[in-house]
Structure formats: structure tokens, C-alpha cells
């Protein structure tokens, strides 16, 4: 599929993932979709199922022929109430069950981060025991980017061999605002990192809409540095000049802040820059990581804890999200592979 | 990658500003004994072999105190470490507790008995860390020689299982010599033992296998007690350890009771704990099997907030002390607060004026009381009702009120100081010549601030909070405007018999939503609460005291409020609801009481 699009001029290939670009997802759609990663069907098909619209749209762009033995569908608690909720839920759930041999709902919490955790480890490990799974493919877009991090974590360890393809989808815009109020800072399971007594503490925020959460992740943690990046370039161009307005909100008058760039776009780009950004940094502090922009770049961010864990990474839980207008439409489609751990 | 400036060192930012604030753990030790004024802070207090809770605000002073304590500032107080170590009675090891540094969420997956295990162990590494930490960076280079650092790592590493550090050592042995870099050996067996006890969090939360723990595991009595008293011996200083941890609200229960634990055991000969933290982020006095600590008997406390409320002069004093070293450290030319910070001169006429006034009117009423209290009871109502009745602005120039409209934080005289200065800097040709800052230009800088904490601050506290408890916001706003509301108006009624209120009680049982109210009014020092004595008998009532910066937006005086007034539950379930009719019936009660002969307004209380 991805080859065809590319003959036809329909994607661009980034630094390392694949942009398939806006007005083309009807085309996937009708050309046949995505295939699954190899000849067979993919082990594992991982969807959360969330408020916003673009929640189904990466499975609507599965092709016919795209089958996977299992089907996990998360979603969070603490939105279950909201009718468009249950609507994408059941919506996915039918579009799962037309592609995958066996289909498992999850709940979590956003509010509970063991319940968030277990529900995903307990689904994990089910499906592991039937067998070693070679192909993963993940859709991004709407889980929590705590549940996110976790459920990588999760499939990582535990799946060691298996290719990983990451789905994520560009909204056409976001709403004015993402998220208000605060509930937690904490680290996230799984990723502990490692704090020494005689070095002082840097924390590098991956900053995207919403400069509230990165104040409050910035005060609960007093570090002695702050790397504040911003998404350059973004999913879509349009989305870079919020992310310099929002970044120019966010100022500390008590800390140390160097501000810098980083691919909002690729997974892969993100994780390099990341790694050239610690090379010299990280053997005289302690890291602590806030990915809180893309999914794509949450994944760069879980990829250089996954090579570095003495680096903690930290989330900050919102007050409420905006449920009514987070995001509008769906543009366009990233598609990028992850290569297995071992 | 842009890079921002290289941050500035704290001497050529007071030299610039001399109210800037800066955390206390970046500065230097030189910094903090030139900016701490140990009068009024009871630092005595605080240096007595006992644990210590230290309770205050945020930007209360805590961590300075702790920071001061420690030996290379010590050392800079006395003279030398030499002398130091022989006037004062302890070593003081600075421990901050971090977000996410002690209180991991992986803990919160390990079921209890393992998790008290883990991180009683987490935090006496930290503590050991930290002890070890501070030997190279808090001592000059020769006072602990080769030889006693050896003897002080091996006498650390013999209290561990052998067998629970083996891989650690291992590990450590292979970048560093043991004998030659003692100390270096042990900062990184530290490290490597976190490392193992990290890979065990991560695995035992990822993994699909149960994981063992095979790192070592410590406990207060098997190892950290006989780790100080080895350190104490070795050192041949002899001196407790005062191992001082910073914000203790941070940490989690468990973690709360463990130090609970080990303040239980009352081995001040050896350590002691002194323990900052908001007081009401410290949730828990219980100890691991169930006990209390309580106080005298387990622990001495020290209310930093206090000082204000306990005595309005001594905390003056020490506002001009602070004030006064920062000025010397400062390239101003004027080093006295007073010229830095004028009153408004015709407003100080004014109000002599008024004085005068008002002793003659003590004499036409046939005396009632003392002259002074008659004077001090109505000068200040009648300069109010005066400003208001010409429409003039009411000054809160001045070091004195800026001092009162701090309400016992020093940080919140500090804060409008600095942007008043900022800003005036960018009014003037010369910067340095700047002799005082105009009360004009204060009253402005003062307003607005005062201004912010009534109208933006509750948005701001709302992105502290999820949102199902945004309408105690709500509710606390509108009690606070009440409150204001109904205080001007008694303040500015020539009529009134007690004018200057400021403050309020609480009659009869508080229900839970408006105390959930009174509670976060707390939290956000919005109120300060004080007790008294019930006239009743039988105990102590509770007691709130508005906060002086808002003072000025309600156009209230800020030099004192003995006075209070006493509200029922309903009445204050008004005032989070309905700020007129409170003030309505409020004002329409007190004529009623006052008409019966009643004495409706209560007056001091202790």
C-alpha cells in the first residue's frame, strides 16, 4: 500500500517514518489500506478508544486485507460517562472485531496510576502467553501519553522480537485550549531513572499546547536546569507558530531554562535529537524526561529512556481535558516502524 | 539549539536588585551568610539536640534556615570550620526532598511489606548519600585526610550483607580503587546500589516473572544508627548528625511514617531529624506500628509563620534586618529601608493631624479608656473615613505598611519590593543613583499586587486543582469579597464602634464544604488561623486573620486587627454565596446588637 502511495506522489518520507498526507486518507481508505506489517497478519492490533474524532481514524484506514490475531482497545475510566466516548468505544470495538481474531477491552484511569497500569500489563501478558509475537502495530494517537509510555514498556519487555509499527494522526486543528487544572506530578511506572546525591538535576521538557502543565511539571520538580523544547517541525506547518506562542507563555523567573527544537514528527528524528541533546549532559545530572507533545515524539522520548533508564520520566495528570474540542478532523497519517528491542 | 544566557551568580543580581529572591539551593554558602539574619528566626531553637518539625509557608524561610545550618556556611559564621565544630554542637547534612526522587510510583505497585522494606531503604541510602556528599563539598580539603576517609568507608560498607552488595562492588571495583579514592568508591557504590534497586523497580513492574530483590536492603537500627555513630567516632568529631529534610510534605505516607519511626527511637545523641514542610502536607504523625510521636516527649516544633502574629514589632525588626544586609550587598548608595521605601508625607500629616483630633476628642468624651488605645482604636478609622469622604487614594507606601501587608512572609515583602525596583530602574538615566523609589510609583506596583492575589490568583490556584473542586474557588472568592466587603464598610461607618476588623471566628460547628473552604483559604494564605480562648471555657476556638495584601483592594488598614467579628455557619455560607446580602444582614445584625447594648464585635483575643 505504502509503495503505491509513494509512486503516486501521495506520501513524503521523513527523516525516517512516512507521512501519509492530508486528502490522502481517503484514498488509502479506498485504495485498500494498510496492510499488515508483514505477509501474515500482525500479532497484535493496540487502539485506545478517547474523546476526540481522529480516535477511529487510523483503524478506518486498515485496509481489507488487514488482519491481526489480537485486538487490544483501552480506554480511560474517567471519560467512560461522555456519550462521544461510547460511541468511538463502540465503533471500534465493531471495526476490531471485523479485524482481529480475538478482541480484549481495557479500562484504565488516568486518576489511578496502578489501575491504569495493571488493566495494560494484565492484557499484555494475557496475549503473550499464546505465543512470541513478531508484529505490533500500535495507534498512538489518543491514549494518554501515560498509558502510552506504559503500554511500549509493557509490549517492549515482553515482546522483545517484535517489529512495532506506530500510527498517528495529525488533527486538522486543536482547540483553544488541551487541558486545565492539575491533579498529580509522578514519575511513571516503569521508568524510575536513577538520581545520584552529587549531581544536580536537569529536566528536559518536550513542551507542546499546553503551558500550564509545564509550569506546574516545572515547579513540583525544582530542578537546577530546564531544556524547554518545542516541536519544529511540527505534524503540520501550521501547527508551528502555536508552539512558539505557547513556548513563549511558559516563563521561569527562578531556573536555569536553554530552550531548543526537536522533530514533533518522527519518532525516530525526535529520538536522535534527544541524544544529541543528553551526549554530553547526562553523565554529569540527573535527567528527568516530560514528553508532553506528540505521540511521535513521546515515542523519541521512550526511546531514549529505553536506552538510558537512568533517566525518569514524569507526568503531569490534568485537571480535565477539553472533552468538547481538543481537536478537530484528521489530516494526515504518520506511519513509522520501530525496530525490535532484540 | 538556542542557548539562553548563562545564569547570572546571585551577587551581581542583589547587586542590581536587592530584593530578588532566589531558592535557597542555589545559593552559595557565601550567600546565605550574608543574606540570613539569625535574630527572630529562632535558629537557637533550632540548633537544640532534639528533632525538630520546622512549619511554614512556601517562601516562609525554611530552607534557608536548614541551609544555614550546614558546615561551610557554618564555618563562614564563625570564622573556620576549627571553630565551628568547637562552638556549635552538631553537623548538619542538607537533605531536599524531591518530586520523584525519593517517592517513585513503582513503589505504589509492591505490596506493603515490600514497599516499606524498599523505601525505608530508598531513604537511608539518600541520607548516607547525602552524608557522604557533603564531606568533599562542605569541608575544606584537608580536614578529612586519606586515612579517615578510608576508615569512614569502610566502616559504611561492613554494616552491609556482604552478600546483598557483592555485583555492586564488583561493578564499583572495576572504575575505582577503593583504597586510593575512598570516598569517590562509596559516592559510586551509592550509585550502582541505585541502579540494581532502579533495574528491580523497572523489572518488577514490566516483567511478566516474578522478580526478586536481591540488592541490599537497610534498616535504622541495623544500619544507618551504627553507619553515624561509626562517623561520629571516626571523625572523632563526636557530634550528632542532624540530617535536615527539605520539604517533607513531598514525600508519601509511608515515607512519613518511616521518619516517624526513627524520630520515635529518641537517638538525638547520635541524629536528629529536622523536618521542614508546609504542616498541612505532613499527613501523618503515626509510625510504622501504629504509634504516635508526639510533642514534647518525641519532638519540638517551630512555626516560621508565627513571628508576625506573635509579635508585630520583632517581626518588623527583622524585615529591616533582611532588608538592610540585601541593601549593603546592593550598589545603592542609600542603605537605609526607611529613605528606600517613604511613606507619603502628606498623608503622615494628615494622619498627625487627625491624631490630634482624636486625643481632643478622648477629652470631650470624658476619657473613656486609655488615651493611647482610644487614639489607636479611631485615628486610623477616622483617616480612612477622611480619604474617602474628599476622594483621595489611600497610601500604603512605606517600609512599615509594606512590612504589615507581608503578613509574616518575608518573601511577600520581598516580592512587590523587587518588581517596585524593577520597574522604577527602567524609569530613571542612572539606575545607581536611585535613592528611594517614590510613594506614587509604590502605591501603584502595591495595588496591583494586591489586586492580582483577589482577581487572578484563584484562576491561577484553579490550575492547581482538578476541576471538581474549582467551585471551592469560587466559594472561597466570594467569601473573601464578603469579607472585604463587609470590613470597609465598618471601617469607613464613622458610626462604628469597633471599625478595624479584620479577622473572624467561627460560631458553632463549621459543615464540611465551607470548612473545605476555610481549609483552602489556608493552603493559599489567604487566612492565617490563630486560636483563643473561649470565653466559655473549655478549650480554644479557631480564629482567621485575612491576609494584609489585600488590604489595599479593599481599602482597609493593614497595621492591625485585635478586633474580630464572629460569624455563624449560615451567615458564612452566605458570604461564599452572596457578598451583598451578607454585608446586608451582617451590618443589620451588629445594629440590632449594638442597639441592645450587646457587644456584637468581640475584641482581642489571645
Not at chain 1, 19 to 43: A, H, N, Q, W, Y
Not at chain 1, 192 to 205: C, E, F, H, N
Not at chain 2, 242 to 266: G, H
Not at chain 2, 311 to 316: G, L, M
Amino acid at each position: 500500500m505504502l509503495k503505491k502511495l509513494k509512486e503516486k506522489g501521495l506520501i513524503s518520507t521523513l527523516k525516517k517514518g512516512i507521512k501519509v498526507t492530508e486528502k490522502r486518507l481517503d484514498f488509502i481508505k479506498t485504495e485498500g489500506g494498510l496492510s499488515p506489517i508483514g505477509k501474515t497478519s500482525d500479532d497484535l492490533l493496540f487502539v485506545c478508544a478517547s474523546f476526540e474524532p481522529r480516535t477511529t481514524t487510523a483503524t478506518e484506514c486498515l485496509g481489507k486485507s488487514y488482519r491481526a490475531k489480537n485486538g487490544l482497545l483501552y480506554y480511560n475510566n474517567s471519560e467512560a460517562s461522555s456519550d462521544i466516548v461510547k460511541t468511538n468505544l463502540e465503533k471500534l470495538r465493531r471495526l476490531l472485531e471485523l479485524k482481529c481474531d480475538r478482541v480484549r477491552t481495557i479500562e484504565g484511569s488516568v486518576n489511578d496510576p496502578v489501575k491504569q497500569f495493571k488493566a495494560i500489563k494484565d492484557a499484555v501478558l494475557d496475549i503473550r502467553a499464546s505465543n512470541s509475537f513478531r508484529a505490533i502495530t500500535i495507534d498512538s494517537t489518543t491514549f494518554n501519553r501515560e498509558a502510552l509510555l506504559v503500554a511500549m514498556a509493557l509490549i517492549r519487555t515482553n515482546h522483545s522480537s517484535a517489529m512495532t509499527r506506530v500510527l498517528y494522526v495529525s488533527p486538522f486543528k486543536h482547540g483553544d485550549w488541551l487541558s486545565r487544572g492539575f491533579r498529580e506530578v509522578r514519575s511513571i511506572i516503569g521508568f524510575p531513572g536513577i538520581q545520584r546525591a552529587d549531581q544536580p538535576t536537569m529536566l528536559i521538557v518536550l513542551s507542546g499546547f499546553e503551558p500550564d502543565r509545564v509550569t506546574k511539571i516545572v515547579e513540583e520538580h525544582g530542578p537546577d536546569k530546564v531544556l524547554l523544547g518545542f516541536g519544529n517541525p511540527p505534524t503540520q506547518q501550521s501547527f508551528l507558530e502555536r508552539n512558539i506562542e505557547e513556548q513563549r507563555k511558559i516563563v521561569f523567573s527562578k531556573q536555569d531554562v536553554e530552550r531548543f527544537e526537536f522533530p514533533a514528527n518522527s519518532i525516530k528524528a525526535c529520538h536522535d535529537c534527544l541524544e544529541s541533546l543528553l551526549k554530553d549532559r547526562l553523565p554529569s545530572h540527573n535527567v528527568i524526561m516530560a514528553p508532553m507533545s506528540t505521540k511521535l515524539s513521546t515515542l523519541g522520548a521512550f526511546l531514549t529512556v529505553e536506552a538510558h533508564p537512568e533517566i525518569q520520566l514524569t507526568y503531569c495528570v490534568p485537571g480535565e481535558y477539553n472533552t468538547q474540542n481538543y481537536s478537530q478532523g484528521a489530516t494526515s497519517v504518520f506511519v513509522e516502524m520501530i525496530s525490535p528491542k532484540t | 539549539m538556542s542557548t539562553g544566557c548563562p545564569p547570572k551568580a546571585f551577587v551581581s543580581k542583589i547587586a542590581l536588585n536587592p530584593f530578588i529572591v532566589e531558592s535557597p539551593e542555589k545559593l552559595q554558602a557565601k550567600d546565605l551568610k550574608d543574606l540570613f539574619v539569625e535574630k527572630y528566626t529562632q535558629i537557637e531553637f533550632l540548633k537544640e539536640r532534639k528533632h525538630t518539625f520546622l512549619w511554614g509557608s512556601r517562601g516562609s524561610g525554611k530552607s534557608m534556615m536548614l541551609r544555614y545550618l550546614e558546615p561551610q556556611c557554618q564555618a563562614l559564621v564563625h570564622g573556620s570550620v576549627e571553630k565551628f565544630l568547637e562552638k556549635e554542637n552538631f553537623i548538619a547534612v542538607y537533605c531536599p526532598c524531591k518530586e520523584g526522587q525519593i517517592n517513585k510510583t513503582d513503589l505504589r505497585l509492591l505490596n506493603e511489606d515490600a514497599t516499606s522494606i524498599i523505601t525505608e531503604h530508598i531513604l537511608i541510602s539518600y541520607v548516607v548519600d547525602q552524608l557522604i556528599a557533603c564531606i568533599p563539598t562542605q569541608f575544606p580539603e584537608p580536614f578529612f585526610d586519606a586515612e579517615t576517609s578510608l576508615c569512614l568507608a569502610e566502616g559504611i560498607m561492613k554494616f552491609f550483607d556482604r552478600a546483598s552488595v557483592v555485583s555492586s562492588v564488583e561493578d564499583v571495583n572495576q572504575t575505582t580503587d577503593f583504597r586510593k579514592e575512598p570516598l569517590v568508591w562509596l559516592r559510586e557504590f551509592f550509585a550502582a546500589d541505585s541502579r540494581k534497586l532502579a533495574k528491580f523497580l523497572r523489572d518488577s513492574s514490566l516483567s511478566g516473572s516474578h522478580v526478586k530483590y536481591e540488592g541490599a536492603t537497610t534498616g535504622y537500627h541495623d544500619f544507618l544508627l551504627p553507619c553515624l555513630k561509626n562517623f561520629q567516632k571516626i571523625s572523632k568529631l563526636n557530634l550528632p548528625i542532624y540530617v535536615m529534610l527539605d520539604d517533607a510534605d513531598r514525600l508519601s505516607k509511608i515515607q512519613q511514617r518511616i521518619i516517624n519511626t526513627w524520630i520515635a527511637n529518641r537517638d538525638q545523641a547520635t541524629v536528629c531529624f529536622k523536618i521542614s514542610a508546609q504542616q498541612n502536607g505532613y499527613s501523618t504523625f503515626l509510625t510504622r506500628s501504629g504509634g504516635l510521636i508526639e510533642q514534647p516527649h518525641d519532638y519540638s516544633e517551630i512555626d516560621v509563620d508565627e513571628l508576625y502574629t506573635s509579635s508585630k514589632s520583632d517581626y518588623e525588626e527583622k524585615i529591616r534586618l533582611i532588608a538592610q544586609r540585601r541593601l549593603e550587598l546592593s550598589t545603592l548608595k542609600t542603605k537605609n529601608i526607611l529613605e528606600v521605601l517613604p511613606e507619603n508625607p502628606v498623608e503622615h500629616k494628615l494622619y498627625e493631624r487627625i491624631r490630634d483630633e482624636t486625643a481632643s476628642e478622648w477629652d470631650q468624651k470624658n476619657r473613656p479608656g486609655r488615651k493611647e488605645d482610644y487614639i489607636t482604636r479611631y485615628g486610623k478609622a477616622r483617616l480612612f473615613q477622611y480619604l474617602k469622604a474628599h476622594k483621595t487614594r489611600k497610601s500604603y507606601a512605606g517600609f512599615h505598611n509594606l512590612v504589615h501587608l507581608s503578613s509574616g512572609v518575608v518573601r511577600d515583602f520581598l516580592e512587590p519590593c523587587y518588581i517596585m525596583f524593577d520597574k522604577y530602574r527602567t524609569t530613571v538615566k542612572d539606575p545607581s543613583s536611585i535613592l528611594s523609589i517614590p510613594p506614587g510609583f509604590q502605591d501603584d506596583i502595591i495595588f496591583k499586587y494586591s489586586e492580582e492575589f483577589l482577581l487572578d490568583r484563584p484562576d491561577r490556584i484553579k490550575k492547581d486543582l482538578p476541576v471538581e473542586r474549582w467551585s471551592l474557588v469560587d466559594k472561597l472568592a466570594t467569601l473573601i469579597e464578603s469579607l472585604g466587603k463587609l470590613f470597609y464598610e465598618r471601617l469607613h461607618d464613622p458610626e462604628a464602634r469597633e471599625a478595624r476588623l479584620f479577622s473572624f471566628t467561627v460560631r458553632g460547628n463549621t459543615p464540611a464544604e465551607i470548612q473545605e473552604v476555610l481549609n483552602l483559604g489556608l493552603e493559599y494564605r489567604y487566612f492565617q488561623r490563630r486560636t483563643y480562648s473561649s470565653k466559655e471555657g473549655g478549650g480554644r476556638e479557631k480564629w482567621y486573620v485575612l491576609h494584609r495584601r489585600l488590604c489595599p483592594v479593599f481599602k482597609l488598614d493593614p497595621t492591625g486587627f485585635e478586633g474580630r467579628i464572629s460569624l455563624t455557619s449560615d451567615l458564612l455560607k452566605i458570604a461564599c454565596e452572596n457578598p451583598a446580602q451578607f454585608v446586608r444582614l451582617r451590618l443589620k445584625h451588629a445594629e440590632e446588637a449594638e442597639g441592645k447594648g450587646l457587644d456584637f464585635y468581640l475584641e482581642k483575643g489571645d
